[in-house]
């Protein structure tokens, strides 16, 4: 395991980045004026790999374009919830070309969920699983610890394909000692925990509430941590996974429910595989909450907590 | 081509676009009449080379249609070189076409998405940065409208080009002076442009973009400045050039014309 793993996710991952770039001339790093310290040394050292375009995110996405329709492999850098300004330019310069043409842009949008908690709703992303999911040849990566955001560094050049990669703002334990392939990004998932009543299919931060949930009561639940939430993972695997054996399907997300995001993934599998297992949904309500207070007490407020999860899984666990 | 072979190539381009309207009633003909000379110029003018046999070949370089829907001339000007069957020019916006009624990226030859406006020069940025790095001599050319300068990402990339110093890129506007519902003067009062694109360090230079010899002489000149700057070149243009009842309508952008009238503007300029 490397020790950029017990790094914020940023962090190992820009530093897996930065190893590479030394190694292959054709990556570029583009930051929209956002800093990390793993970032200082690339900066300082790969000059002619990395360009601050500013603020100024839509032009950030249009130059990456470019970039990539030369055959280059870019990394981009901004905060999560600032991609929504460039939309447009996602959608038109990199998930429409991509159809036709190798595009590998990834998008590195730090701050997921409540990440920048007492920054307010304006930093707060609750939006992005929805909306990026909803758009064609755009593959969309949630890792739930710095070992699985490490390793889009070796993935993200392999598929020429745009990437948005959602980050955590926190630092997080890792979750996935032990679990053979558990960073697979074709697969797109991996079981973390397995149990005989109820599974919790939980994706970025929530990951970690749902394996508390099932350390509470081992045996009980599985746990499978979702960390590709595009249709490019492999669909029949975690409709089985997530079913077979277990009573129910509860599903967490730290993002707005009911619009698209992990929420609908699980209940499109139901329907696809034509499978009845109840389905209970843990996310947002779709408010801005202006109501300052730290990331527990966000959660909280929400109901995101594992006593929470617990109490709504009770029914199934007799 | 000598000069007055030139102008009887821009008499060309512009006739086989009324050509193309005639059965593609759905393309925007007010705007891609204006930048007939601009494009026959950039083509045939000797300073845009491109490979037809092989559209992506990496010595190429590269243009890039910003503003999408009003370069419609470009389709005779790639069947021409032979990008593609000169009958497909029949089937623009038809089905199974490789010609939309906005050019798109299925086209051979044609480099970018360019259905929503805004978007060239911030991609053409990336290009000129790429092939900067890669050590390729090609150039990058943008064809924008003067509508176009009203979106913000724009001078984003505007300050991007001029930072970088890509000074192998080229930035045609197309200024006829009107967008979609009148005249700009009315709507963002652009003008001066020029002086804009100078202050934020841009080589700059205004010619008649109905003249294609000048245009030529002023693409030139440059293409051939390697001073840092990256170059911009106000193109003075008429929306509808050519045909009288586009020229005079401020909503001539969404206008179809007749039969007759494209008959007329045939006869004018044969």
């Known amino acids: 395991m490397s020790s950029l793993a017990n790094l914020p996710m940023r962090d190992a991952l820009i530093g897996a980045i930065y190893e590479r770039m030394r190694r292959d001339p054709t990556i570029m790093f583009l930051s929209a004026d956002m800093g990390a310290p793993a970032l200082d040394s690339l900066r300082a050292e790969l000059p002619g790999q990395f360009i601050n375009v500013g603020i100024a995110e839509q032009n950030m996405i249009s130059v990456a374009a470019g970039l990539a329709m030369e055959g280059l492999t870019v990394f981009t850098y901004a905060i999560a919830s600032f991609y929504f300004r460039a939309l447009e330019q996602i959608r038109i310069n990199l998930a429409l070309p991509a159809q036709i043409r190798p595009m590998n842009v990834n998008l590195m949008a730090l701050g997921a969920g409540l990440s920048y908690d007492v920054s307010g709703p ?60 558990s960073t697979d990004f074709h697969k797109g998932y991996a079981v973390l925990r397995r149990g005989d009543r109820v599974a919790l299919v939980a994706t970025g931060m929530m990951t970690h509430v749902a394996i508390e949930v099932a350390d509470r009561s081992p045996g009980r639940f599985g746990v499978i941590d979702v960390i590709r939430l595009d249709r490019g993972i492999d669909q029949s695997g975690l409709f089985e996974d997530m079913t077979r054996g277990y009573r129910a399907v509860i599903s967490l997300e730290e993002a707005y429910i009911d619009c698209g995001g992990l929420d609908a993934l699980v209940s499109s599998l139901r329907g696809r595989f034509d499978s009845g297992i109840p389905h209970r949904r843990f996310g947002l309500p779709q408010i801005f909450d202006f109501s300052p207070g730290d990331r527990a007490a966000l959660l909280a407020r929400h109901r995101l907590t594992a006593s929470e999860v617990a109490a709504v899984a009770a029914p199934w666990l007799g | 081509m ?68 009003g370069t419609l001339c ?184 007749s039969h007759q009238s494209i008959d007329a503007a045939l006869r004018s300029r044969p």
């Open chain 2, 74 to 257: 470009l389709y005779p000007i790639l069947a021409d070189l032979g990008f593609f069957p000169a009958d497909e020019l029949d089937r623009v916006g038809k089905q199974n076409s490789i010609l939309g009624v906005i050019p798109e990226p299925i086209t051979p030859g044609v480099e970018t998405t360019n259905g929503s406006l805004g978007h060239g020069l911030g991609v053409a940025c990336g290009m000129a940065i790429a092939l900067r790095r890669a050590g390729n001599p090609a150039k990058v050319f943008v064809l924008c409208g003067d509508g176009e300068m009203n979106v913000g990402a724009i001078w984003e990339a505007v300050m991007f080009a001029a930072k970088h110093r890509l000074d192998n890129l080229h930035v045609i506007v197309d200024d006829n002076g009107r967008s979609m519902l009148g005249y700009q003067k009315d709507i963002l009062g652009l003008d001066p442009l020029a002086p804009k694109f100078e202050t934020f360090g841009f080589a700059v230079a205004e010619v008649d973009g109905h003249d294609v010899n000048a245009l030529v002489a002023t693409l030139r000149r440059l293409k051939l400045l390697a001073d840092g700057r990256p170059k911009a070149i106000i193109a003075r243009t008429i929306k509808g050039h050519t045909v009288p009842e586009l020229e005079t309508d401020p909503l001539a952008h969404i206008r179809v014309l």
């Open chain 1, 122 to 181: 304006t930093h707060h992303c609750l939006e992005d699983i929805s909306i990026m999911r909803s758009l064609p040849n755009l593959a969309v990566l949630s890792p739930a610890d710095s070992d699985t955001a490490l390793a889009i560094a070796d993935f993200a050049p392999s598929l020429a394909k745009p990437k948005y990669i959602r980050l955590d703002g926190k630092v997080h334990r890792s979750v996935r000692q032990g679990v053979v392939g």
């Open chain 2, 2 to 69: 000598l000069s007055n072979e030139l102008q009887a190539k821009a008499n060309w381009v512009r006739n086989r676009t009324l050509e193309m309207h005639r059965l593609a009633p759905g393309i925007r003909i007010a705007s891609s009449l204006s930048p007939v000379e601009i494009l026959t110029a950039l083509y045939y003018g000797n300073l845009l080379h491109q490979n037809p046999a092989d559209a992506r070949d990496p010595a190429r370089d590269r243009f890039v249609a910003s503003k999408g829907h």
